[in-house]
């Protein structure tokens, strides 16, 4: 990780494209609470907002910004296609509906939401849409959502552009070391949705019920850090080489979710984050078909 002038340690993209290493996310933020969740968070100091088409909020993320008063170039901007708009042309028009109700221009990051397995034609066909934005401009960076090790390799049997990121579901529960090693062999950063259960709640595979704030190992280390342990796991993500999106609309968790660059985790804390993994995920299983995904429309602009 490299420091940007406020401070919030990036990652590099390539091209000269930076990412602050930690982003905020609003999947599952009403509309309603969108705009106050963003404010709050671009306050603390986030300076990366992950949104998308799917999440029906990509207008009240652009008013926050808008209402911040930060200048464009200081916000890093990332949104995602839903396959129901995947194929070249319809990605393309994906492009005009985002940016139409974010009220920009430009994008920083648009990636695939889903690979969409039945029907990866059309994915490919969307992720070269996303080479035809990045080469006229339109947007700095692109990648994809949810893609495991073999699904890469198909994508990159055609691209002409390795994507620059990888969101995939990663927590202490289920920390995808092979889709983590496959990313960084081939030079992708992976980006993990779910890092402390603020998106999908998150059980460690035991206790019904038990959830990762009230693990014992994770309380332990916590404790000695002074720290709570969402900031844990943040933290372990960060030490590891991953950018990390959590999520919040309570403004003293937003605050506390950014406040993870004052303490180190050491080798032993991390190998105790990393034996919780249950190898078990909460959302859908990427390499399945969900003939579901199709069904939802994104509104125009």
Known sequence: MAQSNNQVPVFELGGGVQIPAIGFGVFQTPAEETVAAVEKALEVGYRHIDTA??????????EAIRNSGLA????????????????????????DKATGKLGVDTLDLLILHQPAVDAFDRTLEAYRALEKLRADGKVRAIGVSNFTPPLLDRLLESAEVTPAVNQIELHPYFSQVPSRDANARRGILTQAWSPIGGITKYYDGGAPGRVAFEDPELLDIASAHGKTPAQVMLRWHLQQGRQVIPKSTNPARIAENFDVFDFELTVKELKRIDDLDTGKRSGPDPDSPQPDFFKMEIPEA
């Open 53 to 62: 088409a799917a999440y029906g909020n990509e207008r009240e993320v652009g």
């Open 72 to 95: 464009r170039d200081d916000v890093f901007i990332g949104t995602k296609v839903w396959p129901t708009d995947y194929g070249f042309e319809s990605t393309l028009h994906a492009f």
